[in-house]
């Protein structure tokens, strides 16, 4: 549940700094504290209602997260040379399949996220250049900081997020590595099977989305 509360609290950070640069002239990490406290504000306000509910959680998900974050792109890089050999239908079904197993990974540890978790650091880097890369503290149960930062590429319709590192390691990397495997051994269509199966069986991803996938 740690891990999953660090990615939670660095997707958040990213959708705030995505919303930011499309809705605001504010620098980054004052757009990202305001975005990050209306995500506050209604996990505070719908905590229990979302404990009873799980499947719920995919509402703000939805709502803050995926719009600024590069699913697509990101999924891609997880294939690497494998999106090259895929088909167009299995393109789209590994990126849906991808996007709903992280909903599924990580969401439950959204209720986790506090205030008195996340730090913000002073952004360091060029706003007008294509890419990003945004710093962040995350507070463990024991008091310890763990860095977080995530990077960002300017899309035309703004920033969006494409990668998280948490304690130096990517999680795309660390994904591509995973999931390279098993397509070099079981096949790419097998893999995307194996994702839509463990979406269906998720309290936390909705039936009619997971039929979608």
Do not use: C
């Amino acid at each position: 549940m740690y891990r999953k509360l660090l990615m939670l609290l660095a997707l958040l950070a990213s959708a705030a700094i995505a919303t930011a640069q499309v809705v605001d002239d504010k620098g980054p990490n004052e757009l990202i504290e305001s975005v990050a406290q209306s995500i506050l504000d209604e996990l505070d306000a719908r905590r229990d209602e979302l404990q009873q509910e799980p499947s719920r959680i995919r509402e703000l998900v939805d709502a803050y997260m995926v719009p600024y974050f590069d699913t697509e792109y990101a999924a891609r890089l997880v294939l690497a040379r494998h999106w090259r050999d895929a088909t167009p239908e299995q393109r789209k079904r590994f990126v849906d399949a991808f996007y709903q197993s992280m909903l599924q990974n990580y969401g439950e540890a959204l209720l986790e996220f506090t205030p008195d978790r996340l730090k913000i650091l002073p952004f360091r880097g060029d706003l007008e250049a294509k890419n990003a890369t945004v710093r962040t503290e995350v507070v463990r149960d024991n008091g310890t900081r763990v860095p977080v930062n995530y990077t960002l590429r300017r899309t035309p319709e703004g920033w969006k997020a494409w990668d998280v590192t948490i304690e130096g390691i990517s999680y795309i990397k660390s994904f591509r590595t995973d999931y390279g495997s098993e397509i070099d051994q079981k096949g790419l269509e097998a893999v995307i099977e194996r994702l839509e199966s463990r979406v269906r069986s998720s309290p936390v991803v909705s039936e009619a989305a997971a039929t979608a996938s």
